[in-house]
Each structure stands twice: as C-alpha cells, then as structure tokens.
C-alpha cells in the first residue's frame, strides 16, 4: 500500500469539507498508516485556568486517525467514527498546542481501528490517548 | 442525598466558568443523580449533510455528566474527565437539537461514573451512547 | 422484528458451540433487544477476598449481547466482537451470582451495539457496566 | 523511579495472590514502565475455530498492566481496575500463544493508566489493543 493523497491534497480537503474546523489543524508529518497532526490552540479550545478542554483533544484525535486513514484509501466515500475511546492522563501546557501521533492499527475492507498519543507541543509526557474505530463505506 | 445546585445555579454556574460553551446546552430536566442536557444545534456543530459531528456529541455526553457530578456535590473544586467512551450509532436527524438523558452509576469520594444516552429532539432510537468518569478533588 | 430463537435454543446453541463457557451462563430473561444473563458464580470467577473478577464481568457482558443478537438474528453465521469498553464501579457482593441487564441499542446490517448494567444478584447498585460492538457477517 | 519487583517476585506474588490464573501467564520482558506479558494459549481460551477468545485477551491485557504498576509500586496495596476499553481487529492465529507489548503511560499517586498491543507470537499484526486505568490506594 502506498499514500493515496499527499499532505497539500489533505489539507485542500479539509478545507473544502469541514470548514469548521481545517484552520484548527496543520498536519506535522504524514507516512504510511501514520501521521501527526497538531491542533493549533486557540482561546475556543480552552477551558478555565488554560488548559485545552477535553473534546478539543477528543476532535484532534479524531480528526487524525480520519485523516490518516483517507491518505490510505483517497478521498472516496464517507467514513464515519463509529467509536471511540478516551483517556485524560495529564494537564496540558499552558499555550501550547497539542501534537497527536496516531497510527493506523488496522485498515481493513469495512473497518478502520486507529490510536493516539497526544502531547503538548515540545514535551515528552502525554497529556491524553485515544483509540477510533472509522466505518468504511463500500467503495 | 439531594441536590445541591438548581437548574438556574448550574446555568449560571456554567455561563461564569465556561462561556465559551454555555451557550449550546440547556437543561431540560435535573433530578436526583440524572439530568437531560440538550444541545442547541447550530452551524458550528454541524458536518457536511448537517448531521451533528462527533466532538459536538462528545462535548454534550461529557458537559452532561459533570453538571449532573456538580448538582449532586456543589459547585465546590473542580472535578475533572479522566476517560470515557462513545459509540456513534446513527446519523442524528437534521435541523434537531440532540438531547442527552444522563444518569449517574457511581458518585463516590474520588470517582463518579455516568452514562448517556443521546437522542435527536423528539425522536426513540438512539444517535450515540456514552460513559464518563471522573475525578473529584479532595473536598 | 420478532425473537428468531428461544431461551431453549440459545441454551442449545451456547452448549454445542461455547461447550467451555455455556455452563457459566443462566438466561433468566429473554425480550425482544433484551436479555437478562446470569453469570453463576464459582470458585474459578473469583480473585482474592471472594469478589468477582474483572474478566469474568467482561465475558458476562460479552456473552450477553452476543446472545441478545443471536436471539434477534438467528443462529446463522458468526457474530465477533469488533469492541468493548467496560467500567468497574463496586466491588461485588461475595457469594452472590452477577446478574447483567442488557439491551441492544442498535441492530444494524453491518454492527450490532449493546450495553450492559451489572448488579449483584439482588442488589440495586451497579457493579459495573459495559458496551460493545459486534459485526455481522454477510448472510 | 526504579523497578521495586523482579520477574521472579511477580511471578511468586501471582502464584500467591492470583492461583487461578497465574499458570496462563509468563513475564518475557520486564523493564521501567513495560512489560511483556505471554499467554500460554491452552484449550480453555479458545472459541470454535481455534481462536483464542476476547475475555482470555481482556484478562492478558488486564494482567499486563496490573503487573507493570506493581513492577513500580511494589506489592503494597491492592490496585484495582476501574475501568478498559479492548478493540479486536485480527483473529489470534492458530496454536500460537499471545504476547502483549504493555507500556504505563501515566503512574500517578491515584490513578495509573496503561495500554496494551497484543500480537500472535511471533507476527507482526497486533490482534487486539486494549487501555486500562487503575484505582491505587492510599499506601
């Protein structure tokens, strides 16, 4: 298998789809069933005393594991999270953004399972981990 | 036990400590360890074909159980998420609000556990189901 | 949608195919996306100081959707666990059979989600609960 | 921090507290934060087909973590699960043990967290992925 959209194809496709929320993300690094994606912290993914609420990070990794899987399979279809799970382990740095490291642990014909380490940008102790299942649609 | 917090003391609570999400959610209805919490869908919730997003879901199973964590303890320390799990089951209903009927299984010294069930407004089946625990700081 | 099989027939079909298992299990009741499943307690369930173990609430919680499918599907084709998330929230009453309340939330084409209470047989509190999903083979 | 316990003390502490299960497991690598936990596939963990079932996976991992927070703690106290989420994504293949790869990402005073990779010995796949938190008491 090999990468079926680049990082630039990815981003256009963002852009295009989720409007919402393409400018929350940048992707750092892409390669094969990986990628790392960092959500450039702003005042709306904030909760009181600075730290990045929950469900900003539950997107970020949703978000990844979604895009790692269409760099996988091109831009064909609607995928959809059909679960997920999550563990809050540390506070996240004051002002900094989050950097997910996600992998693909399995892309199969209908179903895709992915995981997450999530860090503050620079730091070596994660902030939170997830894992998603994404539903493929028949092609 | 009995509650603590009013539904006007939650919302005012809410509005002082998150604003930037206060606005999406409205209480339907508060009782001893349970609450329906309803999302007030908007645009900014919304993914292409104007279903609910995910995180949107998230967001509203995890504002859920801690408001129903609050009402049971007051609005003394700040109880924190430190996991939960989502099962994403049908595309919601477009143009509907999304209502979270929550209850509390466990409310104990140091962790509480809550599940929820997310419905559209008005509709039976189920769009998502979740649990959450978290963590209460030593009063 | 009417039940596809009996509580007869689902203790059949757990005797020839689950043989290392089927004994654990009583159905005590069986409804249409319900099923109450009880896991008859001995000395190989349990771990130090006479409480239930972990595993052995997982593999009731499993079982027990597993079974409500079957009930609704019918004995063809072989149902497999895609997920399963799973909280422990009391310790279990010693001496006491595990009694889990499951319903089907979903019962899809493709998945299957169910969620699961678990009391002490007797007892109101929950000792833990469970969700999973299943994938159904193609017919 | 330091490793408090050797292979040799976990493997005695689970003969004595754990006799139930203790001959399912062997520690084939233990290291700051890690460990390697082997279930020796027997008849009893096994579904038709010959598949090693989800609850002997639930339980490996279950183990795996248990026996890295002990690593670090040592034996004082007894931890237990309060919560885990397992995704199954391959079948085990045939007549080959189960390794799980286990890393602690948080150790906290109060809650620990550990994830888990589980392949068949000697492959490269993982067929199972699992977190779990654990609840530490008070020393």
Redesign the interface.
């Known amino acids: 298998m090999t990468l079926k959209m680049t990082v630039e194809e990815l981003g256009a496709f963002m852009a295009a789809?989720?409007p919402?929320?393409a400018a929350d993300f940048a992707i750092d690094r892409l390669a094969q069933m990986e990628i790392d994606l960092r959500l450039q912290v702003e005042?709306?993914h904030?909760?009181?005393g600075g730290t990045v609420?929950?469900?900003?990070m539950?997107?970020l990794a949703?978000c990844a594991i979604y895009l790692a899987v269409l760099a996988m399979i091109g831009p064909q279809g609607l995928a959809?999270?059909?679960?997920?799970?999550?563990?809050?382990?540390?506070k996240p740095a004051a002002g900094k953004d989050i950097v997910a490291k996600c992998r693909l642990?399995?892309l199969g014909r209908?179903?895709a399972?992915g995981?997450v380490?999530m860090v503050s940008d620079g730091m070596d102790q994660?902030v939170a981990?997830a894992?998603m299942?994404y539903?493929i649609p028949p092609g």
């Open positions: 789809e989720f919402q929320v005042e709306r904030l909760r009181p609420s929950g469900p900003s539950f997107s949703d959809v999270t059909t679960n997920g799970s999550i563990d809050f382990m540390r642990l399995k209908v179903l399972v995981d380490l994660p981990r894992s299942t539903s």
